[in-house]
DNA sequence: CTTTGGCACTCCCATGCGAAGAGTGCCAGG
DNA sequence: CCTGGCACTCTTCGCATGGGAGTGCCAAAG
């Protein structure tokens, strides 16, 4: 266990190190924290925290660095989640409050987060199966040929083209539609599925293959990996990673790119908090000397999607971890709302 | 005017400058390419390239390098489009094939461009007031509360809520609805205005304000600012750009960000055939090293969007060129097929 | 046992210098 | 008008040097 003020010696490195970017010594440390000591006890402490891998030197006779363990405890002991002040709050309100539809929320709330942080911001659309069914809407376009349209209490709206086997008419488009919404409106979307099982068994024999085959369209827009959109934003703060960067920028914005290397980034986050995983904690390789904070968002109790940052391991947790929670918070109000 | 020959010399030194990416002497020029003529020729035909404003020099004693004018000249009249091979070609079509909807489309188009070329791509949603009217679909969501759905031709769905002032029945809405796609169905939205502009005066009075409230929604969502999306990839090979790019990198990511700027710098292409903007052409200033190459891609005869690519002037032209003239004529197949 | 000041040591980094290389411009001759 | 030769310029690289920052260890004091 290490002392309280080896603790503190830490916290200092971490703050010291995330403000200047550049390796810090023992004299600059008891200049700047008045830790009450003298060089040559911190140079102990040091060696001892080196010794327990929280932090670490580029190379002898430099300064010491944190390693990833080194975030971490400062993270999970030594800092909070520093809240957003009031103005900055307001501010967050009414930008949001300005979105005319979900893109348009989402959009604003990836330039918000950009800027709050000055980093990469992720922010992932409200899950399908995690909302729940407003209305689904049948259009006939042609004789065999109709538009499915679901639209979910988040304001998402999803549509698919549907090419039935046979002709379908009006009245059928009709009694489909009714039946449809009868059963799936305002439940959930993980429901759907045992909700419209049976629902080819009330219409005439001809009529049964288009029907099942728009349920079989509605439910393959369900599935995983067509559900899961995001948009990402402020890839221009990657330039402020380090001066190292042509190697370290690349591989993040091919991971940026790559839909299921995010989702998978935002989506391990279990926790209700918000969840921060530091360096190597990232499972992709490309990622490895950044750190990404997520929370979940949802318009009530419960989260539908995730949204975060993506930064050099370098950053301001407490800060980042404040603006991360509240443009969560009060995305989750507009949504409600709408 | 300048001599046969010379035009060959800075043909020569383009091609060398994009392959090699370093400023190319008379000697290595004589040595790659049978010019016929010895280094000295070659240096003072340099020297009256230079003269003219097509070449340049880093420094004293470099070689030379082209200017945005002779890059200029040499898209113009040195050299053509290179066409795809029928592989590529194939497999072009294959992948654009794959795709489920119209967000899809695009994402898949992006990703393909960016391949192809290796650069940034950037691809415009169908325009709304290019595309004609497939469907407009009205939901009461509440007594009050009615969602505007917006269909149109090439697969693009817009919607927006609408508060009315007043509650409205099912059966107005019912009316409403048909009145309004009878009118529309089949237009283009630039006539929608003008058909709908007397649709108020066939409702009851009570009715008439909220007709009035979706039909200004409906015109709302027309304006062009709020018509226009768009869809930018492959953003990780700028880290191709040159290696001092901390400083070119930057705002051209800016830039790209800008929604409204990535639009301008389509927006401007007029010609019907692939546009290149080279260097300080775009008004952009962060741009003003980059080069950008669009051409309009539509279902039919007319252009309803736009798709480029942007990359360093240092580029191949004729190859992204004619990636650029491919991708577009796939993606308004594809799209006139839906 | 912890803290402190002193001191030698290590390693990075900026600076300066010199040599090498690439490329040019100019000139005189074919 | 083309060509070969030649002097000149400018960058780039390697190398040695000195300064500086920071460490580790030790012996003494609290």
Redesign the interface.
């Known amino acids: 266990m290490l002392s309280e003020r080896r603790l503190q010696v830490l916290r200092a490195i971490v703050q010291d190190y995330v403000g200047t970017e550049e390796p810090v010594g023992s004299k600059a440390l008891t200049e700047r924290h008045n830790l009450g000591v003298s060089p040559a006890t911190v140079r102990n402490d040091m060696a001892a925290l080196e010794e327990e891998g929280y932090i670490a030197q580029p190379h002898t006779s430099a300064g010491r660095i944190p390693t990833d363990k080194g975030y971490r405890l400062f993270v999970d002991k030594l800092a909070g989640v520093k809240p957003m002040t009031a103005p900055e709050r307001r501010a967050i309100q009414n930008f949001l409050e300005g979105a ?2 979900l ?1 348009d929320v989402v959009a604003r709330t990836v330039r918000l987060l950009a800027q709050l942080t000055r980093q990469v911001a992720v922010v992932q659309y409200p899950s399908l199966t995690r909302s729940t069914v ?2 689904v ?1 049948l ?1 006939s ?1 042609a004789p065999a040929r109709v ?1 499915l ?1 679901l ?1 979910t209490d988040t ?1 998402r ?1 999803e ?3 549907v090419d039935c086997p046979a002709p379908f008419g009006e009245t059928s488009l009709a009694d489909l539609r009714a039946r449809l919404n009868s059963r799936v409106a305002g439940r959930r979307f993980s429901d759907v599925p045992k909700l419209v099982e049976d629902l080819p068994d009330a219409f005439e024999p001809e009529d049964r293959g288009t029907v099942s085959t728009v349920l079989s369209t509605l439910l393959e827009t369900l599935v995983e990996e ?1 559900e899961e ?1 995001l948009m990402i ?4 703060n ?2 402020r990673f380090g ?1 190292d ?2 190697l370290t ?2 591989p993040v ?2 991971a ?2 790559e839909q299921v290397v995010l989702l998978k980034l935002l989506g391990e986050a279990k926790d209700p908090g918000v969840t921060v995983r530091i360096g190597h904690e990232n499972a992709h390789e490309g990622l490895n000397s950044t750190s990404v904070v997520s929370v979940g968002y949802g318009s009530g109790g419960e989260a539908v999607a995730k949204l975060g940052v993506v930064g050099p391991t370098r950053m301001d947790y407490p800060g980042t971890m404040g603006a991360v929670r509240a443009v969560a918070r009060y995305v989750g109000q507009i949504l409600a709302e ?1």
Do not use: C, K, W, Y
Request: negative net charge; proline residues 3%.
């Open positions: 005319v539809d893109d407003r209305h809407e259009l376009l538009m349209v639209i304001g709206v549509q698919r083209m067509n959109r934003g402020g890839t221009a990657l330039t001066h960067f042509p920028i690349r914005l091919e940026l790119e709408s």
